[in-house]
T-cell receptor, first 111, second 113 residues
Framework: ELKVEQNPLFLSMQEGKNYTIYCNYS?????LYWYRQDPGKSLESLFV?????AVKQEGRLMASLDTKARLSTLHITAAVHDLSATYFC???????????FGQGTTLQVKP | EAGVVQSPRYKIIEKKQPVAFWCNPISGHNTLYWYRQNLGQGPELLIR????????DSQLPKDRFSAERLKGVDSTLKIQPAELGDSAVYLCASSLDGSLGEYFGPGTRLTVT
């Protein structure tokens, strides 16, 4: 059974701190997505990772992909309150276009 | 460029009533998806269209759910009759060719009482 598991599911951190969200998946795939969702809002695409060793950065967020370990990470550097949201990773396929989402990690950044 | 448009944004109905959701994808996007997101969980695919053809509807509860995408543009998702467990956010997404990132609409929050 294809599974995408995130941890932690909830993360409370202080502004200025660093932390990493982990996304493990159970089968090979050729792309991994990260999305952000604010309360009551839809999903916003953050990153698409297409190959082993891929690293992408946008502001205080950096995503990486290790296809051999079936692991993607989303690293938060010097967190700010505006980053408070729920972050989802999703496993995709260029053949089917289907996304399998993780459970989501709710990030709360406290001032 | 306009994003994915969905309506209504909110819907409250009694169980056993029918309900329909509408989606207008980004112009030129051939692939359209309907997802259901339960509270505290990630979205789950219900159905995927390539133009007007439903190419993956394996997760669609066909006894009560139906969908159509006439002319390969707008799409409608219907539930009849609705059950309490159908309360969720129904998200529509579209993509250019099915292999790139998906763009999500704002969703319709359905409450079944």
């Amino acid at each position: 059974e294809l599974k995408v598991e995130q941890n932690p599911l909830f993360l409370s951190m202080q502004e200025g701190k660093n932390y990493t969200i982990y996304c493990n998946y159970s089968t090979t795939s050729d792309r991994l997505y990260w999305y952000r969702q604010d309360p009551g809002k839809s999903l916003e695409s953050l990153f698409v990772l297409l190959s082993n060793g891929a690293v992408k950065q946008e502001g205080r967020l950096m995503a990486s992909l290790d296809t051999k370990a079936r692991l993607s990470t989303l690293h938060i550097t010097a967190a700010v309150h505006d980053l408070s949201a729920t972050y989802f990773c999703a496993l995709g396929s260029s053949n089917t276009g289907k996304l399998i989402f993780g459970q989501g990690t709710t990030l709360q950044v406290k001032p | 460029e306009a994003g994915v448009v969905q309506s209504p944004r909110y819907k409250i109905i009694e169980k056993k009533q029918p309900v329909a959701f509408w989606c207008n994808p980004i112009s030129g996007h051939n692939t359209l998806y309907w997802y259901r997101q339960n509270l505290g969980q990630g979205p789950e695919l219900l159905i995927r269209y390539e133009n007007e053809e439903a190419v993956d509807d394996s997760q669609l509860p066909k006894d009560r759910f139906s969908a159509e995408r006439l002319k390969g543009v707008d799409s409608t998702l219907k539930i009849q009759p609705a059950e309490l467990g159908d309360s969720a956010v129904y998200l529509c997404a579209s993509s250019l060719d099915g292999s790139l990132g998906e763009y999500f609409g704002p969703g319709t929050r359905l409450t079944v009482t």
